[in-house]
T-cell receptor
Framework: NAGVTQTPKFRVLKTGQSMTLLCAQD?????MYWYRQDPGMGLRLIHY???????AKGEVPDGYNVSRLKKQNFLLGLESAAPSQTSVYFC????????????FGPGTRLTVT | GENVEQHPSTLSVQEGDSAVIKCTYS??????FPWYKQELGKRPQLIID?????GEKKDQRIAVTLNKTAKHFSLHITETQPEDSAVYFC????????????FGKGTLLTVNP
């Protein structure tokens, strides 16, 4: 049982390049999330999904897109990376039902130059 | 939407002392309040949570108190140890949602030996 995993762990992009971050969970969780963490800013929700095939915007969605084609995977895309997207990105997942613990992945450190 | 304020942003204590971190929230519909601990370079992990139907919850050296009238909740760590050094985040579920959390900006706790 691997829990929540993220790929890649580190990445350096040039401004304007694109990339996709992959999140996978093996806990059969319905809900999945993408957060970004910046110094002094806490964890801010980018997008989330309450089930396969559904996604919704969070607090800071601009410049990102997501897809949830399979229940266990949640992809975060950057179409044209900007230096402001330099951050640590965390994926999380949780059970459906009452508000519950969110399980986080190990994070992806992204630098955009 | 929900707004969660967390104080202090940094806290330094001597080993064996107590530490208290406070959070306030804005949405009276919120009913789930988790606390996460994030060690340097690691993922956030849940350490304790409380629901609105109780005023206090304890787990060994950690306790959380909730005052729904005043819309604030606090984390109390007693007999602090160096391994308690980490960033602590409070959160509240937005609008009573069972799937969306709003996080505070975090408190860096340093326990000095």
């Amino acid at each position: 049982n691997a829990g929540v995993t993220q790929t890649p762990k580190f990445r350096v992009l040039k401004t304007g390049q694109s990339m996709t971050l992959l999140c996978a969970q093996d806990m059969n969780h319905e809900y999945m999330y993408w957060y970004r963490q910046d110094p002094g800013m806490g964890l801010r929700l980018i997008h989330y999904s309450v089930g396969e095939g559904t996604t919704a915007k969070g607090e800071v969605p601009d410049g990102y897109n997501v897809s949830r084609l399979k229940k266990q995977n949640f992809l975060l895309g950057l179409e044209s990376a900007a230096p402001s997207q330099t951050s640590v990105y965390f994926c999380a997942s949780t059970l459906a039902g009452v508000a519950y613990e969110q399980y986080f992945g190990p994070g992806t450190r992204l630098t955009v130059t | 939407g929900e707004n969660v304020e967390q104080h202090p942003s940094t806290l330094s204590v001597q080993e064996g002392d107590s530490a208290v971190i406070k959070c306030t929230y804005s949405d009276s519909a919120s009913n789930y309040f988790p606390w996460y601990k994030q060690e340097l370079g690691k993922r956030p992990q849940l350490i304790i949570d409380i629901r609105s139907n109780v005023g206090e919850k304890k787990d060994q050296r950690i306790a959380v108190t909730l005052n729904k009238t005043a819309k604030h909740f606090s984390l109390h760590i007693t007999e602090t140890q160096p391994e308690d050094s980490a960033v602590y985040f409070c959160a509240a579920n937005s609008g009573g949602s069972n799937y969306k959390l709003t996080f505070g900006k975090g408190t860096l706790l340093t326990v000095n030996p």
